[in-house]
């Protein structure tokens, strides 16, 4: 029990830190790129800016969803605060595809109206150094997600990947403009940036939502959990299993089917032999299991679902 506490504080540390690094180094790129913008009047630049932009609003969302999940469970919230996160990833994703609309629209304007650019090589130093600061970040984001599994913060690395790619689209935009004099691959560039932050929106959206929505874990988790069951010798079954995600924590609820001359007592240490195992296997789940005698006939989940 201690070994557990341990590491559930070292993983809340490490989420804490986590968000603290985005919201700074978030804070940092955009005053990087406000200059750069005003210096260059590149879009594929401001396009970055916006980018940034979102990311500290998005980065502070995520410092206040980190913060309230790790709340401990509530009489009002028996299971727990988790589930912010998701809230945090679904309000993450609204504002990056407001920021991607924002940005098609100056695109078209710019087709429209075109713009010569100055200053390119502030801009390239400011965009080198931006990459750089972000390839930091998410490396250290992805450590991070492996340790502790924490949505938010996944969703926020996302963030940065996606400036990974933008940056570097602005990079290539930028030399076109300075070598060939090709202003429109600037406005070019920074139209695709907003497709794809758009797609990315979209990404964040759907994993939110499935969680929001009680969907079931992956197949493989699910059936992880049917082979550490049915690997018991006294279990003669196992149904109606449901499982879902409460913000990096599983929930597991099932019906075990045991012996039905076996005692209460017998029961119970039987079913607590198998909560064990698959907390073992799936650290801070929750696990709430129904024993049934083998052989009942009764109305399942599983058959109507499979109807």
Not at 207 to 212: G, I
């Amino acid at each position: 029990m201690f070994l557990l506490a341990s590491d559930n504080n070292k993983n809340d540390r490490l989420k804490k830190l986590a968000v603290v690094a985005s919201v700074s180094v978030a804070l940092m790129l955009t005053a990087m790129k406000i200059g750069a913008a005003l210096y260059t009047g590149s879009l594929s630049i401001l396009s970055s800016l916006v980018d940034s932009v979102s990311d500290i609003f998005a980065s502070l969302i995520t410092f206040v969803a980190v913060h309230f999940s790790l709340r401990p469970a509530s009489l009002q919230h028996r299971y727990g605060y988790g589930k912010a996160e998701a809230l945090s990833s679904l309000l993450q994703s609204a504002f990056v595809a407001g920021s991607g609309l924002f940005v098609v629209y100056e695109g078209i304007n710019r087709f429209i109206n075109p713009y010569r650019l100055t200053d390119i090589d502030m801009g390239l130093w400011v965009i080198c150094a931006s990459i750089v600061l972000t390839l930091i970040l998410v490396a250290f984001q992805n450590y991070v997600v492996k340790k502790t599994g924490s949505l938010a913060v996944s969703a926020d690395s996302l963030h940065y990947v996606v400036d990974l790619a933008t940056n570097g689209a602005i990079v290539v935009s930028l030399l076109m403009v300075k070598w060939f004099k090709i202003n429109w691959f600037d406005t070019l560039a920074a139209i695709f940036i907003s497709v794809y932050l758009l797609w990315n929106a979209y990404g964040l959206a759907k994993v939110a939502v499935y969680m929001l929505l009680d969907r079931e874990l992956p197949e493989d988790i699910r059936k992880k959990v049917y082979d550490i069951v049915n690997g018991f010798d006294f279990c003669a079954g196992i149904h109606d299993l449901r499982s879902h995600d409460l913000g990096g924590t599983y929930m597991f609820e099932f019906h075990l089917e045991l012996d039905g001359n076996l005692s209460l007592y017998e029961a119970h240490d039987m079913t607590e032999t198998v909560e064990r195992a698959i907390k073992k296997e799936f650290p801070n789940s929750q696990v709430i299991i129904h024993q049934d005698p083998s052989g009942l006939e009764e109305d399942r989940l599983d058959n109507r679902l499979s109807k």
